[in-house]
């Protein structure tokens, strides 16, 4: 079964409306962490934001936020008033665990966002 | 400050030849990865180094070796490059996970190889 499920290839949005990006994991860990990057046309991974299984509030970057419904194990991006900038491949990510022994990341095969003007 | 460095940025090789990937950070991170992207496929594990010394199979570590001699390099090694290996490689790096987990990793800006 795949770990992290992103079932938006592709979306096109309005500039200035907000976007959600979709993300559901699979872990049967009580202790995980969730994370979000964007790679843009020039390639390079950019974290956006983390949201720890036991945060109680669901974390804020700016304009980026996570809507975190740990029943429903999904962890959504709401990026705010789009931007043309925001225009790129967003990849969410999870961490399963916590301190030495649970380094590693697994990916989500990504959903490709254009900002229409 | 350049963060993480990969060496070359893009390379051509035929069936059967070796080559080796350079990663190199100045963050004094102890944790360092190589991933390889696919289309369609994110971002795949292929080894880790958790300090110096240590190397660890990630989810896809067939074809490739590593080495961490020193904290601040991570070599990905393609002893008989295939095909199937084309890809675009990306190195990262971090601080050890802590008991919140929220350490970020940090990615160098890709190697895009193509075997022939």
């Known amino acids: 079964a795949q770990k992290i499920t992103q079932t938006q290839p592709g979306m096109f949005v309005q500039e200035k409306e907000a976007v959600t990006l979709d993300c559901t994991y699979d872990?049967?860990?009580?202790?995980?962490?969730l994370f979000w990057y964007k790679q843009p046309s020039s390639g390079e991974m950019i974290f956006l934001i983390y949201?720890?299984?036991?945060?109680?509030q669901n974390a804020t970057e700016g304009r980026y936020s996570l809507n975190f419904q740990k029943a429903r194990k999904s962890a959504n991006l709401v990026i705010s008033a789009s931007q043309l900038g925001d225009s790129a491949m967003y990849f969410c990510?999870?961490?399963?665990?916590?301190?030495?022994?649970?380094?590693?990341?697994?990916f989500g095969t990504g959903t490709r966002l254009t900002i229409i003007p | 400050n350049a963060g993480v460095t990969q060496t070359p940025k893009f390379r051509v090789l035929k069936t059967g030849q070796s080559m080796t990937l350079l990663c190199a950070q100045d963050m004094n991170h102890e944790y360092m990865y190589w991933y390889r992207q696919d289309p369609g496929m994110g971002l795949r594990l292929i080894h880790y180094?958790?300090?110096?010394?240590?190397?660890a199979k990630g989810e896809v570590p067939d074809g490739y070796n590593v080495s961490r001699l020193k904290k601040q390099n991570f070599l990905l090694g393609l002893e008989s490059a295939a095909p199937s290996q084309t890809s675009v490689y990306f190195c990262?790096?971090?601080?050890?996970?802590?008991?919140?987990?929220?350490?970020?990793?940090?990615f160098g800006p890709g190697t895009r190889l193509l075997v022939l």
């Open positions: 949201q720890g299984s036991y945060d109680e």
């Open positions: 990510a999870m961490r399963e665990g916590r301190g030495f022994g649970n380094e590693k990341l697994t």
């Open positions: 990262a790096s971090s601080y050890p996970v802590g008991p919140r987990g929220q350490e970020t990793q940090y």
């Open positions: 180094s958790v300090g110096e010394g240590t190397t």
């Open positions: 872990t049967s860990d009580q202790s995980y962490g």
